[in-house]
């Protein structure tokens, strides 16, 4: 729809509502015509501007075409895509909008002769429902069977059932301050405990994510259960100071381990030593951690990254007994340790933005193995390794493929990586931003 909003006023809608090609809207008045305050049945609206919407010439103000389209209150379901106004509505401010005291799923999916519930969602995002309990009511319930991702937001008192197709789950507090930012208001609850629980039934999960709990102070021993588990993702988690002894010694299957921007972590378990799977290990703006001393044990772990504003090289120590690391980025330190030279596995190293390291340290010659040294944004190193002239070439003469460049140049030449890279970062810090039309409409469909 679009064209003709006002044709909607007398009609008597309930239940879900999907307005798309809002982008064709003519003027404010025909959005107000439509009345959506005024549907007192409607209990789901979904807003649909065209990903084109400002190529199409029609000088309407979006900002004021959302502010007319008020629902009324004590919607359970509701979404905006490709929204380009500066500021939402006042009626999004307003808390009676939206059912926050919702328990459960509404029965009317379920059909009670069957005893089974979306028995064909694959796809599922909860966000921001601090009373939510159960998916239905009823109990002894077959539920999702085939779901295999689960994106979980806010939402701490949750049951889940047993979830046995699931293989990604996306698991996050709510980024308060940005919230408050995007929609000006006070009104959001800090509820960003991590479930009790919640993975334990998860046994097909290959990829968590935990993201933005504020409140979690040691990782919980049910990681432990997922024995199929190949991803782990742990970002934004301020509280965080360490894992539990038992945390990591199920993950049998993990290969992918990553660590972001968690300030008070001091320390990973002893348990590091049992992840025999472990490919490649991230770990990005940690301050204060400390690796453990068995890192001898990661016979798998092949690939590292570390990033440090604090310029930290302290979590590089351990980093020398691992015998099978051939690929390691570097970025934001302010020296390179001896250590370095002990790596004597590594076949590429990459050094990004250190622009305080000095040199190269003396043991650089001892990384026989290395055939590519990509360094990027350090001016002091890159006039060091000048060819033939610089104070350190003699370190690295033996390096076959050597790159040293700006950083500018080099992010403008990598741009679609990066900027994948960004995302990845980023990923959680939008609670309201949808990547694609598919996965707008999935949501959606989903009710």
Known sequence: MGFGLAELRDLQLGGKLHIKGLENVSSEWDAKEAN???????????LSWGSDANSKGIDTNVERVLEVLEPPTGLKGFGVKDYVGIHFPHWMRNTSILERDLKYIDDDLYESSSKRAFISLKYLTLRG???????????????????????IASVPKLA????????????????????????????????????????????????????????????PDDLCYLSALEELRISNCDELESFSM?????????????????????????????????????????????????????????????????????????????????????????????????????????????????????????????????????????????????????KISHVPELELTEAELHFRNNYSHWKKEVHLLHRNAEPYYMSSEDEFNTIVDAF
């Open 129 to 151: 429902l601090p009373n939510l309990e159960r998916m239905l009511k009823a109990e002894g319930v077959e539920m999702l069977p085939q779901l295999s991702y689960l994106r």
């Open 160 to 219: 889940l059932p047993s979830l046995p197709s699931l293989e990604t789950l996306d698991s996050g507090g709510i980024n308060i301050e940005l919230w408050k930012l995007l929609f000006d208001c006070r009104w959001i609850e800090v509820v960003d405990l991590f479930p009790k629980g919640i993975v334990c039934n998860m046994h097909k999960l290959k990829s968590l994510f935990i993201i933005h709990f504020k409140n979690l102070k040691v990782l």
């Open 246 to 394: 038992h945390a990591m010694q199920g993950l049998i299957s993990l290969r992918v381990l990553t660590i972001q921007q968690c300030d008070k972590l001091i320390s990973l378990t002893e348990g590091m030593g049992e992840l025999a799977c472990l490919e490649r290990l991230e770990i990005s703006f940690c301050p204060r951690l400390v690796l453990p001393s068995n890192m001898n044990k990661l016979t798998s772990l092949r690939q590292g990254s570390f990033r440090c504003f604090s310029g930290n090289s302290r979590i590089l120590q351990g980093l020398e007994d691992i015998p099978s690391l051939q690929n390691l980025s570097l970025a934001h330190f302010h020296y390179l340790p001896e250590s370095l030279g002990a790596m004597t596995s590594l076949q590429r190293l990459e050094i990004f933005s250190c622009a305080n390291v000095m040199s190269l340290p003396n043991s650089f010659q001892n990384l026989t193995n290395l055939h590519t040294l990509l360094i990027v944004g350090c001016p002091m190193l890159e006039k060091r390794c000048k060819k033939g002239t610089g104070e350190d070439w003699h």
């Open 36 to 46: 959506l305050i005024g549907k007192k049945e409607l209990n789901r609206l979904y």
